[in-house]
């Protein structure tokens, strides 16, 4: 079950304050209706009742998937503390082969939640936006102004003629760009980290997957 609960925010415009509601945990196996709001970052928005501006809710919140086994912790503030780490690494222990994430925004949240529901390892991806984004902008000053420190993020999977591809986005100059990488780059990836098992995390700790982590074991 979803644990429900409400709260005080402040309007990022007029300032006032107004009850919205937040989830504390979310098992879409109990509430599979939020998966789709998940997916688009609607469960976040709430609307000032005062100047009707739209604004984004930041709070904590626990992602379960009970059927894929997945576990995502939104933790916007910071860590989670030893206490938290340990009451949910023996837990997921004795069910048994969880992935545990942790993600600081809802963006990462949401990329994720696309990852994982392509079928695809987040692992791979953050390889291949590191590997792409470094080709992209070896000798190519336009690129390097636009990707420097843009964040990229994965959008979706492609399958034309046959020919599997994956479609990254990032923002630029005011728009959002895009560009595709064939599937043999993935599973590049995939073979890289299988042959690196020491990057791998354990399978009972909450681990943040991102461009920090591939840039750790990339310098």
Wanted: hydrophobic share 40%; proline share 4%; charged share 25%.
């Amino acid at each position: 079950m979803s644990i429900i609960a409400k709260a005080l925010a402040p309007c990022s415009k007029c300032g006032e304050k107004s009850e919205i509601t937040i989830y504390k945990s979310i098992n879409i196996s109990g509430n599979p209706e939020l998966k789709e709001k998940l997916r688009d970052g609607s469960l976040f928005i709430w609307e000032c009742p005062h100047c009707h501006q739209a604004n984004l809710a930041r709070y904590e919140t626990l992602y379960h998937d009970p059927e894929k086994k997945i576990m995502i912790w939104l933790m916007p503030s910071g860590d989670l503390s030893e206490t938290q780490m340990q009451a949910i690494a023996n837990h997921t222990r004795a069910m048994g082969g969880y992935r545990l994430r942790l993600v600081k925004d809802v963006g990462a949240l949401m990329e994720k939640l696309l990852i994982f529901d392509a079928g695809l390892d987040d692992m791979a991806v953050e390889m291949c936006k590191y590997v792409t984004k470094m080709e992209m902008m070896s000798g190519n000053r336009s690129m390097q102004e636009q990707l420097a420190s843009a964040p990229i993020h994965f959008h979706r999977t492609e399958d034309n003629d046959g020919m599997k591809s994956l479609v990254f986005i990032y923002p630029a100059a005011g728009q959002m760009m895009s560009f595709r990488i064939g599937f043999n780059v993935y599973e590049d990836s995939l073979g890289i980290i299988a042959r690196n098992p020491d990057i791998v995390p354990t399978q009972d700790t909450f681990t943040r997957i991102d461009q920090d982590w591939i840039l750790s074991f990339m310098k």
